[in-house]
């Protein structure tokens, strides 16, 4: 093994979700993704404090820059469009890595306690988008409200993104949940 190799945290995280894949989630240990990447336990560590974080890295940046969309929204901007605005914000977080995102997912898919943890991670999200939200004088329940309705769209919108093999972008299908969603509404 050389001391250092270009790219240790992909080839790690793919490494990673290969094993997921090939063995399972719970059967794979830490040893075994640092070895099929090539890599030492301790580059390991260096990059995720766990193999759990291999899956949900990244979330200090994802929620950084919805955020940030939500305070730099301009003031005639409805709730609703500032929420758009957010999500759209952090498409280019996922839009090159749509083969990690479908394997990502389709271990947390067969795993009900990354489906947990899963679910806290778009919580949280939820609730940092709120809390932006009421900085910009959006009062509740409007708040809590839009920025819930935003995951909801998300949330639909990353599944068709990972799950259809001729997705369009993940922007088309936010704006295409949206709009759904006010037909639904409006009847």
């Known amino acids: 093994m050389s001391r250092w190799q270009p790219n240790a945290k992909g080839r790690l995280e793919q490494a990673a979700l290969n094993l997921y894949q090939e063995r399972g989630y719970e059967q794979t240990t830490v040893t075994e993704i640092a070895e099929r990447a090539g890599l030492t336990e301790r580059t390991f560590f260096r990059y995720f404090a766990d193999k759990r974080e291999v899956l949900f890295g990244g979330q200090e940046n994802l929620l950084k ?19 758009i605005a957010a999500l759209e914000a952090v498409v280019p977080m996922f839009q090159e890595r749509q083969e990690i995102a479908r394997q990502r997912q389709s271990v947390i898919a067969a795993n009900p306690g990354l489906q947990e943890r899963e679910m806290l991670k778009l919580a ?18 409007e708040a809590s409200l839009v920025a819930n309705t935003g995951a909801i ?15 369009p972008d993940l922007s088309i299908l936010i704006r295409a949940s949206f709009d759904q969603l006010k037909r639904i509404i409006s009847g």
Not at 65 to 83: F, G
Not at 124 to 141: C, E, G, Y
């Open 65 to 83: 820059t919805a955020v940030s969309a939500i305070e730099t929204a301009p003031d005639t901007a409805t709730p609703i469009e500032i929420i």
């Open 124 to 141: 949280t999200l939820v609730s940092a988008m709120t809390n932006a939200l009421r900085r910009r004088a959006v009062t509740d329940p």
């Open 153 to 167: 769209v998300f949330k639909t919108a990353y599944a068709r993104w990972v799950g259809e093999p001729d997705a």
